[in-house]
């Protein structure tokens, strides 16, 4: 039975400060203990952790902008502390920075975002921490309680100084906000809001994490941090235990099956062609998944095929096998084909402000298909993708020839002038002037890890017929939106990687700076208790507590 403690703590004069006090120390013990079962729990899996940064600048109608950004991606062991693989090549990860520019320019390390996502590893105990009660709080669904957080002295540096959110049903911390204490002329901590998110029974897995300075300075004021950025964290769950979630939603009806093929004959070329063609896409795809980093099929792949479906009928396409869309769970905006499957990042889904723009991303890709840009079917033999997963971007290029992009872009536009959008192409015109007025400030956003650039891909401006016709873009005016921020539309499971489109409330902008197209937003979630995501869940928890 789950104790309504922080009635308790609001109590205080009723039953006095001694009960009140037994409260709160066994609300912090639970924590505490809560704390390191999810570390051993995270000790078996190897998560994705994904940071993007905008550093800034002060702007007088803006109040602060981009001006460049850096982009970390990889996978997180904890074998041995938090650890991070990189999926980029070196180059695109600053690893190849001379020593003189080493000393002379700041360098972010994913592994500091990474470390983010835990108070103190295995420290985290009233020996190294002093607790204090501030107050009880909602985060969303979920009712807290607010403790500060203060290292006890003689403790050492690197430890979390700040506040933690603790859940009153299991005694969970959901979010904890402050920084690491110690920082040098050499290694600054910075300051953080981490979040997590419900998984199942008493699993909270860290989930998201906003970071920002203002005028941060080292101690031989040599170095000025301005910037905000966020860490993503997903794929807990292995290949196997996603396949196992996957057969428990699996029915199969075995009485009276019967084999409906069309003949007894073998398929014809262009049908073996076409099943040739289709296991190279299927092989290549459930790599990216393996991976972590495409979504598994599921709800928000039905949304852009409506979309893609809208785009068909009114074009009399009929195309076999069908053209499906998947998403990259990847920040940096980009599209591509694989196959006559369509990928779209989250990253760019989440930036476009609406429909008609989403259709003008996907015609584009669609042309590819509907033209017969096809990619290479190498991935047909299983033992070309065997690979580890540090290779995978340098592995897959997906890009197409300036040929193909330039017939790509008159096809699309083709196909939207025929389609339910042609009326309101003039926003999908104009987001694309507003990517490409962003695109030199932020070049780690616009440049993709597998497919062709948004903008200038080749020289070639894609649908810069849709840019001429779009509206003047003002930055300036509060009712013109040509783009969101990042994480507006998509919301993520973080255990077995669906993905699905969220309902945004409308809010009336006051001022221009809360547009922040392209930027990053602070993170702020509404939390809420989650169904069990399958067996494996429970079984890591379970294994965490000891039982």
Not at 121 to 146: N, P, T
Not at 230 to 251: C, K, V
Not at 358 to 369: D, G, K, N
Request: aromatic share 8%.
């Amino acid at each position: 039975m789950n104790t309504p403690k922080v009635l308790f703590l609001f109590a205080m004069a009723a039953v006095g400060s001694a009960s009140a006090q037994n409260i709160v120390d066994r609300i912090i013990d639970r924590a505490i203990g809560r704390e390191q079962a999810l570390l051993a729990t995270l000790q078996g899996t190897k998560p994705v952790a994904e940071t993007y940064i905008q550093d800034l600048a002060n702007d007088t109608d803006f109040g602060a902008v981009p001006v460049n950004d850096h982009y970390f991606v990889g996978r997180i062991d904890f074998s041995h502390g938090i650890n991070q693989t990189s999926y980029l090549p070196k180059a695109s990860d600053g690893s190849k920075l001379d020593l003189f520019s080493r000393f002379f320019t700041i360098q972010y390390l994913p592994k500091g975002f990474a470390q983010m996502m835990m108070i103190d590893g295995s420290e985290f105990d009233r020996a190294h921490y002093d607790f204090h009660y501030l107050r009880r709080e909602f985060l969303g669904d979920v009712r807290a309680i607010v403790f500060s957080v203060t290292p006890r002295p003689g403790t050492g540096i690197g430890r979390f100084e700040g506040n933690i959110w603790v859940e009153d049903k299991g005694d969970n911390i959901v979010r904890f906000n402050g920084t690491y204490n110690g920082s040098s002329s050499t290694h600054m901590f910075l300051h953080f809001d981490s979040w997590r998110l419900n998984a199942g029974p008493d699993l909270w897995l860290p989930f998201e994490t906003y970071s920002q300075e203002g005028h941060l300075t080292d101690a031989m004021k040599m170095h000025t941090l301005h910037f905000k950025a966020m860490t993503r964290f997903w794929g807990y769950a292995n290949e196997t235990e996603r396949a196992e979630s996957e057969l428990t939603d699996l029915t199969v009806e075995t009485e009276g099956v019967e084999d409906h093929s069309a003949q007894d004959a073998d398929p014809s070329p262009v049908e073996s062609l076409r099943a040739w063609q289709r296991l190279s896409e299927d092989n290549l795809l459930e790599r990216l998944e393996q991976a972590g980093l495409v979504s598994r099929a599921g709800g928000i792949d039905k949304v852009l095929d409506t979309v893609l479906n809208n785009l068909a009928v009114t074009n009399n396409l009929n195309l076999v096998p069908e053209v499906r869309a998947r998403v990259l769970l990847t920040t940096p905006l980009e599209s591509f084909t694989i196959g006559r499957t369509i990928v779209i990042s989250r990253g760019l889904l989440d930036t476009l402000p609406d429909e008609a723009s989403l259709a003008a991303i996907l015609s584009h890709e669609l042309a590819h298909i509907v033209l017969g840009h096809t990619t290479s079917t190498d991935f047909a033999f299983a033992d070309k993708l065997r690979f580890d997963d540090a290779r995978i971007v340098s592995r897959f290029h997906l890009e197409c020839t300036p040929a193909e992009e330039e017939a790509a872009n008159g096809k699309a536009v083709q196909m939207l002038l025929n389609s339910p959008y042609k009326d309101k192409l003039g926003q999908a015109g104009l987001f694309l002037k507003a990517l490409s007025n962003e695109s030199n400030r932020l070049p780690s956003l616009t440049r993709p890890l597998f497919g062709d650039k948004l903008v200038a891909s080749h020289n070639i401006l894609r649908m810069s017929a849709l840019m001429e016709k779009a509206p003047q873009l003002q930055t300036t005016r509060v009712d013109q939106v040509a783009a969101l921020p990042l994480g507006s539309r998509t919301r993520l499971d973080p255990w077995l990687d669906d993905l699905e489109m969220v309902a945004m409330r409308p809010v009336a902008i006051e001022s221009a700076s809360e547009k922040m197209p392209f930027e990053i937003a602070p993170v702020y979630l509404h939390l809420k208790y989650e169904k069990q995501n399958g067996n494996q869940v429970a079984k890591a928890t379970a294994s965490a507590d000891g039982n």
